[in-house]
Each structure stands twice: as structure tokens, then as C-alpha cells.
């Protein structure tokens, strides 16, 4: 009996919340994982070193690979959306996945699936709307700022790759991201909720998020763009009165006005106070089924390990 070859699975953008994460699960799943690093390079611990900005890659991580793993760009929550900051978010991102496309084009590799990151910010705002893959982007800095990073991912296509992409929602996660800053305020006794608190939160378990990227390098019938995102989103209200309800507190659920957000965070306020209602019928289409399908067992499985 033969012993099943170990893929390679290199990551870009692989430091972070997601990446970190992924790189637990897949290594769990017997394969091996390597990472782009901007500092700490090291091949023997699978760390080798790039530089978007600069257009600096080792090409001998590109050589090793079996599949790409995109994940690279600044966190669009990490400060206010400034001129600056603005650019940075947009170029981290283009710059990753212009040298990742042109380097698979100039050197000799056996890559043949690309997954690349992308949000369901790409639709911006749109009420109580189900929102599928085939819905437009928004006009804002989001929505174009997605469309550029996808536009960019497309031309993984040059170099023949089977490419999927995936819009991330709001990730959950004991290790931080979006419910953090929320589990810090209930320490407090308040429960925030944004705006009139109707917009929608399409959010996901981190390990159905990692779970969703494993399918997609098992299954080579999975191509194209899907939403990342749970079956069952709920409006911030609704989110905010379960995080209560399971923290079994009796914090004070307090509604922020958009304005005030707007004073506090600037543009950046559309982080909490736009919402959209992703769909996950079509990676569902596939055969995947979601360990965390309702919010109350994504949280208390978070809650559970604080």
C-alpha cells in the first residue's frame, strides 16, 4: 500500500488571525505548511522571506508548493481610515497579489490551486437583502477596494491555476478579531449596538472558516468566488442580545447613534454600521456542512474557552 503524498500548502499573509489558525488545521490535516515572512525568515522552520513593496519573493518557497494560500493585507480595523491608511489597506493587498501572480508566471512551479482572500465588503450596505456571489460591488471604499484585490486575483488565471475566492465575513475567533473589542465592553457592563442595530452581521467560526478553505483544495470541482460566511446572520441587535444571553451577565444593551460612531471612527464607521446578509447556499452546493451553523454555537464554543 502506498503512502498518500504530503501536499505543500504555502501561505502569504499566514502571521495573522485567520493564517495563524489555518496553518494548525491543515498541518493537523498532514500537510505541510510553509510561510511568506516580511522578517524572521528561516527555511528550515518552513519561513521564507518576501516583501510586496519591494517585489521581493523567494522563489524557492513558489518551487515547493502544491497550493497558494493569499491572505496578505493590513487589517482594514487596525486604525482610522486616513488618506494614508486608506492607501496602505488597498496597496498591501495589490501588491501582494500582483507579485504573487507575476512570480507564477516566471518561474517554473507546480502550483495548481490558488485561494485568495477576498470580504463581503465588496457589497457595502444592503439592508435586509440575501446577498449571493452574483450581487454588485459597492461603490465605496470597500466595495472597490475588494474589486481591485479580486480583479488583481484573477490573473492567477494566466499562469492555469484552478482559483477560488473567498469573501469573508465577520470571523469569530477566541483569539481575537471582531468579537474582542465586544467581550471587552461587556466586562464593562455595556452591550453596544451600532446604528438602529438592524444591520445584518454575516459572521463565521474561524474553524468552519478553515474547514471551508480545506474543502476547496480537496475538491478540484470548486472554482470561483463564494461567499465565507455562516447559514444564519443576524441583525446587531439580535447578536449583541445573544453574546448577553450566553454570557449569562446582566450588562446593559446600549444603543450608539450612527452619528456618534461617525464623530469617533470617521469613515471607518462603516466597519459597524453597514450590514450585509451573505448567502453560503452556493459553497453549501458543494457538500459542505458547517460545524457552527447557528451564532448561539459559535459563541458559546468561543465563550467557553474564555
Known amino acids: 500500500m502506498t503512502t498518500p503524498e504530503i501536499k505543500t500548502v504555502l501561505l502569504a499573509g499566514g502571521s495573522g488571525l485567520i493564517g495563524s489558525r489555518l496553518k494548525e488545521h ?32 523567494d522563489e524557492a518557497a513558489i518551487k515547493q508548493a502544491d497550493i497558494l494560500i493569499n491572505l496578505a493585507g ?14 496602505k489597506i488597498v496597496n498591501s493587498r495589490i501588491f501582494a497579489t500582483e507579485l504573487l501572480t507575476q512570480t507564477l508566471l516566471s518561474t517554473p512551479n507546480k502550483i495548481t490551486t490558488v485561494i485568495n482572500a477576498s470580504a463581503i465588503g465588496i457589497y457595502g450596505q444592503t439592508d435586509n437583502r440575501i446577498i449571493r456571489e452574483d450581487n454588485y460591488p459597492a461603490n465605496d471604499f470597500l466595495g472597490l477596494t475588494c474589486k481591485r484585490w479580486e480583479d488583481a486575483a484573477a490573473n492567477f488565471k494566466k499562469s492555469e491555476k484552478r482559483l477560488v475566492i473567498f469573501r469573508i465575513g465577520l470571523v469569530l475567533s477566541e483569539d481575537g478579531g471582531f ?33 471551508m478553505i480545506n474543502k476547496a483544495i480537496i475538491n478540484d470541482k470548486i472554482e470561483g ?8 446572520p443576524l441583525s446587531n441587535f439580535n447578536f449583541m442580545k445573544l453574546l448577553v444571553q450566553l454570557k449569562e451577565g446582566n450588562q446593559l444593551i446600549i444603543k450608539i447613534p450612527g452619528f456618534v460612531m461617525k464623530l469617533i471612527m470617521g469613515e471607518m464607521s462603516a466597519l459597524v454600521l453597514d450590514g450585509t446578509r451573505a448567502s453560503s447556499k452556493k459553497f453549501e452546493e458543494t457538500g459542505f456542512t458547517f460545524t457552527y451553523p447557528q451564532a448561539s454555537h459559535a459563541l458559546r464554543n468561543i465563550l467557553d474557552k474564555h
Open 225 to 232: 468566488i463564494y461567499n465565507a460566511v455562516g447559514p444564519c
Open 74 to 87: 493590513t487589517s482594514i480595523a487596525d486604525g482610522r481610515w486616513t488618506a494614508r491608511q486608506k492607501r
Open 26 to 57: 491543515l498541518e493537523s490535516k498532514n500537510y505541510r505548511v510553509l510561510n511568506f515572512t516580511r522578517k524572521g525568515a528561516d527555511p528550515t522552520k518552513g519561513l521564507y522571506h518576501w516583501d510586496p513593496e519591494k517585489k521581493v519573493i
Open 179 to 211: 468579537l474582542k473589542p465586544l467581550l471587552k465592553a461587556l466586562s464593562f457592563g455595556i452591550a453596544p449596538v451600532f446604528g438602529n442595530g438592524e444591520q445584518y452581521q454575516s459572521w463565521i467560526h474561524i474553524d468552519d472558516l478553515c474547514k
